[in-house]
């Protein structure tokens, strides 16, 4: 794999680091009771957004999924109005009025965060659709599971934006299981990747616990859309270590199979990946105090933001308020 | 005096002329280009020719995509106007339309918004049987974000059109099908209809009629023709079905104490039910009966011609309850 260079290659750990400590963090405030809402944790598929996003620009779209907190972080979404969002506080991005499973933040290109599965990749093609329309190169991403890969909207989506030649990537975090149904059970298919074909889209299946692999498929993918040659599919190997909701007993789990997966975890092997003479261990920890700091900021700052006001029910239903 | 126009054709010179002033207007939908037809009943006809296939884009039929493609079009400054062909197949695209395009603006905060329109036709009456007739507005009703309008005749078609396109807000936009081919008076172009905005059609002091789509014409008839019994029936003419005119109800009712609400769409948990009940609660002591209702059957829309008929309001059923209503005024 070729190496994108020292910048890249910082700026894609920066990003992991942000999302794992996020993480963590969350787990551990909703764990002590100070925050209260399903949380679907990304641990363990880090390194997906975080090179992706290491080609994006500001102004580049993507739309994710109720596991999408690690989506918008990597995509530039605030971390304090993230948190703020999360404790459902006036200062959130969406003025608490959408919460961890619509994480909204347009200035960052978060466009859309569904709680519905599938429902990612129409709309994500409606930005790529209005983009090319206005002739410029953004690019959207629409993030989804393997779950979503057996919907109806993901074969409607991708046969509409091959048809259109829309700048959409089609990117899906296979991380073995929908909700809690194992991938095999649930596709009659070998592959996701596969199903690009159909739709005359190029397909890759990837080691999606490998930024560089990541890295090298998106921007080929990035090009393509930007040179409007089309969508590409992008399933992407990986594996959720908190299961399917926070809290999940992963009872459908076979014995062990967490544990084995441990080997292939992202962050600690990007890590090694890294201090293996490209960069030193104080590098990598200065970006990681500095994250550290940020998130205990953002923690504070959402648990000190006041509610918001109740006539905020009547307010966003349309573009007036309504009265009753 | 403008010239006599199908809703049909009125709903076509809207689009022509939304797309000639703005060029973030789109169409999108399955059959919509010129070389597919121009709309399964033509109503998108010359428009791909006049823009261009970039701007009027004929779709696979998949209502979910044509959907998703609005809203995210929608979201970065384009005024799409997406055609769902029949009402019943706005199911197939329930979740974009409910889940997505009502709700985006009020989950983000107000960050976001879907300045869509969604065209679709429906109603009983050409033998279309269960899923091609259903009256689905008060599904959409329901669903706070959305709004919903359903006009009547020509001339309201094309400025309500108008408005929808311009709307900041998503709008279903109900073309009444049997309704589209009959000519009447025309537009005034450029003359928009407002949304939220109901119309007295006729002004009466003993009854008040609330209804809209197709249902207005006889209702009017009807109207004209109790005057010459010394009944006098205010017709209303909803438009806009949400956000509803409770304003113009009231006043109507205020004035007359005798209410009647009449839809196409079934009765049971109608929008009948939702206007009967927003009266009782405003004006109950100004009533001099309940609010009566009538929509079609609970049933699905029958093929066959006679069940079909019957399983419409019947107008005389509704003449019979205006009677009875004048009756116990005098």
Known sequence: ?324 | MTDKVTMAQAINMALHDAMEKDKTVLVLGEDVGDAEGGGVVGISGGLSQKFGTDRVKSTPITEQAIMGAAIGAAMIGFKPVAEIMLMNFTTVASDMIVNHAAKLRFMSGGQTSVPIVVRTMTGAGMANGGQHSDYLEAWFAHTAGLKVVLPSNPADAYGLMLSAIDDPDPVIFIECLPALFTPAEGPERGVKVPIGKANVVREGRDVSVIAYGRLIGSLAALSDKLKEDGIEVEVIDLRTVAPLDLDTIYASVAKTGAAIVVHEAVKKFGPGAEISSAIHEKLFDKLRAPVKRFGAAYAAVPFSQPLESASLPQLDDIEASIRALAKEKA
């Open chain 1, 1 to 324: 794999m070729a190496d994108p260079g020292k910048d890249v290659l910082l700026d894609i750990y920066s990003k992991m680091s942000l999302l794992k400590q996020n993480d963590e963090r969350l787990r551990q405030v909703i764990r002590s009771g100070r925050l209260v809402m399903p949380y679907y944790s990304p641990r363990g598929q880090e390194a997906i957004p975080s090179a992706i996003s290491a080609l994006l620009k500001p102004t580049d779209f993507i739309c994710t999924i109720y596991r999408g907190t690690h989506d918008s972080l990597a995509k530039g979404c605030p971390v304090d109005l993230l948190w703020a969002e999360l404790a459902g506080r006036a200062t959130g991005t969406c003025k608490g009025k959408g919460g961890p499973m619509h994480i909204t933040h347009p200035d960052s290109g978060v466009m859309v965060t569904t709680g519905i599965v599938g429902s990612s990749m129409p709309i994500a093609n409606g930005l790529a659709w209005g983009s090319k329309l206005k002739g410029n190169d953004a690019v959207t991403v629409a993030y989804f599971g393997d779950g979503a890969a057996n919907i109806g909207a993901f074969h409607e989506s991708l046969n509409l934006a091959s048809l259109w030649k829309l700048p959409v990537i089609f990117v899906c975090s296979n991380n073995g299981y929908g909700e809690h149904t194992k991938t095999g059970v649930a596709m009659a298919s070998d592959t996701i990747a596969e199903k690009a074909a159909t739709y005359a889209m190029p397909g890759f299946r990837i080691d999606g616990n490998d930024p560089l692999a990541i890295y090298a498929t998106a921007k080929t993918a990035v090009e393509r859309a930007r040179a409007g040659e089309g969508p590409t599919l992008i399933e992407a190997m990986t594996f959720r270590f908190e299961g399917h909701v926070f809290g999940d007993a992963d009872a459908y789990m076979d014995p062990g199979e967490k544990d084995a997966r441990r080997k292939d975890d992202p962050w600690p092997r990007y890590r090694a990946y890294l201090l293996d003479g490209r960069a030193t261990e104080a590098e990598l920890d200065a970006i990681d105090e500095k994250h550290k700091q940020a998130i205990d900021a953002a923690m504070q700052f959402a648990l000190d933001s006041p509610f918001p006001d109740v006539a905020e029910v009547r307010r966003d239903v349309y573009e007036y308020e309504v009265v009753e």
